[in-house]
């Protein structure tokens, strides 16, 4: 058997019509990686591996798959093919499949599949995709409090192969509602003639459908749990969101920042059409072009104190550049904690006055290092004395901005990862040639 699969390997066992190898592979090692390489499949390549994989098997790689991938790869089978593999698929991952079809397609599958299961799917596919009903599996196990631990094991026996999660078992009461939580080491430490209500922990953290998927995320990562449950506002479990989809959310709300930190939309990637990448891209370019504007005039409103000092024109860079990328620091703290905990200028006034102090610290020490090598280069102490003061002034600026932008961004609504960068360095860079040249003009005299 092949320890790793690799585009040619996978191209080989195709053209061998080897499917033997590609079913031990995935059962000794792992679906992804054929889910991953089959990317780089052509579309006969790409049917021909459909063809040979067993249905069992090719769930294992629809619910591994990318959301493109996985509809390149229902495009290359019949509807009828799709209702036999969703027979081994959860039905969070079917949804998912059906929620990004064509109309068309949807429909007919929906029509194909039993009542039962088409009721689910339907469920599932009314809330949004970003939610916690959006990503929850309806594979749990759910025990009657009134059960003794012995009659709960011989239902956990009769279940666990279709639940997602056997580890976590969710207690109800009599109206189906939550009402405790137990795992089986309890069941397993406690006695047969035990009723479950005594054995579980009341209490249980849980969220509700409409809750956006990251909340979700945010209690799984703090309470340490490999599931949490999804309940209606009667406290009846709908479903679960088990631990691999927190995951998923996790990286997909970190990729979202780190793209939108840099004003990219999550929507683009490098599939993504000309016009389509305009869409995304232009409107912040085009903000930022205003900005850029608002520092402009600050230094046209200083064109004659740069006209009689020539040298201000090479040095005043350095202060608004090295005031954007302290900003960008504070800001980077900021937007991190402020997508786990709400962050007020109360709670974190300590935080605050720490970013000023270190605006002061770090702007005095490259301050005098940049005044140092100044002096010597222009054979002018002045102007070094006034980078040393503007280099302090533009960072505890940074400081204040980076701090205070992302969080009034928060207040407001905004999403402080895609919209905090463009007013942090507008500040910076206003501020920062406000008060090199401002300086400058104060200590003209000297500076000719």
């Known amino acids: 058997m092949i320890d790793k699969m690799t585009l040619a390997e996978l191209k080989r066992i195709i053209n061998d019509s080897e499917a033997a190898e590609l079913h031990e592979y995935i059962e000794e090692v792992n679906a992804i990686d054929i889910a991953v390489i089959s990317e780089d499949l052509d579309d006969r390549e790409l049917w021909r591996l459909c063809q040979l994989l067993q249905d069992d098997d090719l769930a294992k790689v629809l619910e591994q798959a990318s959301d493109i991938q996985r509809t390149r790869i229902a495009e290359n089978i019949t509807n009828d093919e799709l209702i036999e593999v969703f027979g081994y698929m959860q039905k969070d991952d079917i949804a998912d499949l059906i929620g990004d079809m064509k109309y068309v397609q949807k429909k007919a599958l929906l029509n194909q599949m039993m009542e039962d ?11 949004p995709e970003d939610s916690a009903g959006g990503i929850m599996t309806t594979a749990y196990i759910a025990l009657d409090e009134k059960l003794t631990v012995e009659q709960g094991m011989r239902r ?41 209500k005594d054995i579980m922990k009341v209490n249980p953290i849980y969220v509700h459908p409409e809750d956006d998927q990251e909340y979700a995320a945010k209690l799984v990562s703090k309470y340490d749990l490999n599931a949490i449950p999804v309940v209606n506002n009667r406290g009846s479990i709908l479903g679960i969101i088990t631990v691999d989809d927190i995951i998923d959310v996790i990286v997909q709300e970190y990729n979202e920042d780190i793209l939108e930190l840099g004003g990219v939309s999550s929507e683009e990637n490098l599939n993504t059409t000309l016009w389509d990448s305009i869409r995304l891209r232009l409107p912040w370019l085009l903000v930022n072009l205003l900005t850029a504007f608002v520092a402009s005039m600050t230094v046209k409103a200083f064109e004659g104190t740069i006209a009689k000092v020539v040298a201000l024109s090479a040095t005043m860079t350095i202060v608004t550049g090295m005031g954007g990328n302290a900003g960008s620091q504070t800001q980077s703290i900021l937007v991190r904690q402020l997508s786990q905990d709400d962050v007020s200028l109360r709670k974190y006034a300590k935080s605050f006055i720490k970013e000023i102090m270190l605006g002061v610290v770090d702007g005095a020490i490259n301050g005098l290092i940049t005044g140092i090598i100044v002096s010597v280069i222009y054979h002018n102490v002045y102007l070094g004395l006034i980078i040393f003061i503007a280099m302090i002034g533009n960072l505890v600026v940074a400081g204040v901005f980076g701090f205070l932008v992302p969080v009034a961004l928060k207040r407001l609504g905004a999403d402080p990862a895609v919209s905090s960068s463009i007013f942090i360095t ?22 000719m």
Do not use: C, M
């Open 426 to 447: 507008t500040a910076t860079d206003v501020l920062g040639f406000f008060i090199f040249l401002g300086l400058a003009q104060l200590f003209l005299p000297l500076l």
């Open 156 to 196: 956990i026996r009769q279940i666990a192969n279709k639940s997602e999660v056997i580890e976590t078992i969710y207690i109800v009461d009599h109206s189906q509602s939550l009402v405790g939580v137990a795992n089986l080491r309890d069941f397993l430490t406690a006695k047969k003639d035990d009723l479950l």
């Open 117 to 127: 299961d088409r009721k689910i799917i339907r469920t599932l596919l009314n809330y």
